[in-house]
């Protein structure tokens, strides 16, 4: 009896510690630390919405020699973004917001996009239309993601009731 109890006390515990990340009844905002650029995570209570504001990348502001270039490239990525997000519990998410296309803003996109499940991208029309998210059409349509373009109105929301603010219509 007392064997049983205890395997059930652990089992417990153990359930407790893996869902309480991924179903918390606390809301959080996380700002990754990823240097140059922005991406913000929030994560509604009780597991209902994961939003990703912005991707974060590198921006490279002079050409290297081939000697010069590492032989395992850092990727903000593949390093720390999706680590971080997986490590809070993040198995899919809703929306990926883009501020707009400079690739401290964008440029771990892909890599975001193909290790984790995301259902939406919200972006000006102007910010899908930048070559470097154009080249990753085939890959949105592949991973059955949904592109929504977003102008600001009073009834425009992105992610957990965050209203539009600009650009405004033309």
Do not use: C
Not at 51 to 56: E, S
Not at 74 to 97: E, F, N, R, T
Not at 137 to 165: M, T
Request: zero cysteines.
């Amino acid at each position: 009896r007392k064997p049983f109890s205890m395997l059930l006390i652990g089992i417990v515990l153990i359930f407790t510690g893996i869902m309480s990340e991924r179903h918390s009844p606390i809301g959080k905002v996380v700002m990754l630390d990823i240097g140059q650029g922005d991406a913000f995570l929030i994560k509604e209570p009780w597991g209902k919405g994961n939003y990703l504001i912005d991707t974060g990348g590198l921006s490279r502001w002079k050409e290297t020699e081939e000697w010069a270039e590492p032989e395992s490239p850092y990727s903000i990525g593949k390093d720390v973004v999706v680590p971080s997000i997986k490590a809070l519990g993040v198995k899919k998410l809703d929306q990926i917001i883009l501020t707009h296309a400079d690739t401290d803003h964008v440029g771990a996109l892909e890599e975001i996009v193909k290790e984790i499940k995301t259902k939406e991208i919200i972006a000006t029309p102007e910010t899908f239309l930048d070559p470097s998210l154009k080249t990753l059409w085939p890959l949105f349509v592949s991973q059955h993601v949904e592109l929504s373009p977003i102008h600001y109105s009073k009834s425009n929301k992105a992610g957990p009731n965050l209203h539009i603010l600009y650009p405004f219509s033309s």
